[in-house]
């Protein structure tokens, strides 16, 4: 597919690809269903180039995920010091209105060789690289491995509400921020295995 050749990348090329993706995503009709994943570049865009980004993927609905696990292993090993982290702030691009989670492709693997598919740990990891510490931005990072994964796949049915499926995890903590805080145990998990129409008058 081509690309309109009068796009503005800007000053830096490693936006160049991100663009693009912005740009397919509106000619193509599908904002809110597409997402970026990884672009470790993006930890190392100064504030106002990160906000204009960001303004750009929330505006043509392309979503970010970030792979904590996987991008802090891997970054920064063809350094003997001062390595590179490479972990995107996806706090911050929550905060231009993008949708952003956390999530993992690799456990116990070369890329990743540890893990325990914990999404409440990725958040935990997550919020200690980003240094992310207010109760706001901690509870966002809960959100990211929850609420925003199912908006990212477009899955209405999600949430402890009345006519939703009922599968639904009980974690040990007072509050998502604590939660992501302490890393309590997870208790119990329940996933819906029948379902059963409603009784009709005739």
Excluded at 25 to 50: C, I, M, N, Q, S
Excluded at 112 to 138: E, K, W, Y
Aim: net charge positive.
């Amino acid at each position: 597919m081509d690309i309109d050749m009068h796009l503005d990348f800007g000053t830096d090329p490693s936006a160049l690809d991100l663009e693009y993706v912005c740009a397919l995503t509106e000619r193509h009709g599908w904002g809110g269903r597409v997402a970026v994943g990884h672009v470790t570049k993006l930890a190392y865009v100064p504030a106002d180039r990160l906000a204009a980004l960001a303004g750009r993927m929330r505006d043509a609905g392309v979503a970010l995920t970030v792979l904590p696990f996987t991008d802090l292993f891997l970054m920064g090993r063809d350094r003997d010091f001062a390595k590179t982290r490479g972990v995107t702030p996806a706090h911050l691009f929550l905060r231009h209105g993008v949708n952003c989670s956390l999530s993992t492709n690799n456990v116990l693997n070369p890329f990743t060789p540890f893990g325990d598919c914990s999404r409440l740990r990725m958040a935990n990891l997550n919020a200690n690289i980003c240094h992310v510490g207010s109760a706001q931005d901690m509870m966002q990072c809960f959100n990211m491995v929850t609420a925003r994964p199912a908006r990212l796949l477009n899955l209405p049915d999600c949430g402890l509400e009345p006519g939703k499926a009922a599968d639904f995890v009980i974690i040990d903590s007072p509050s998502p921020r604590d939660a992501v805080a302490e890393l309590p145990p997870v208790r119990a998990a329940f996933r819906i295995s029948f379902r059963r129409a409603s009784a009709r008058r005739r």
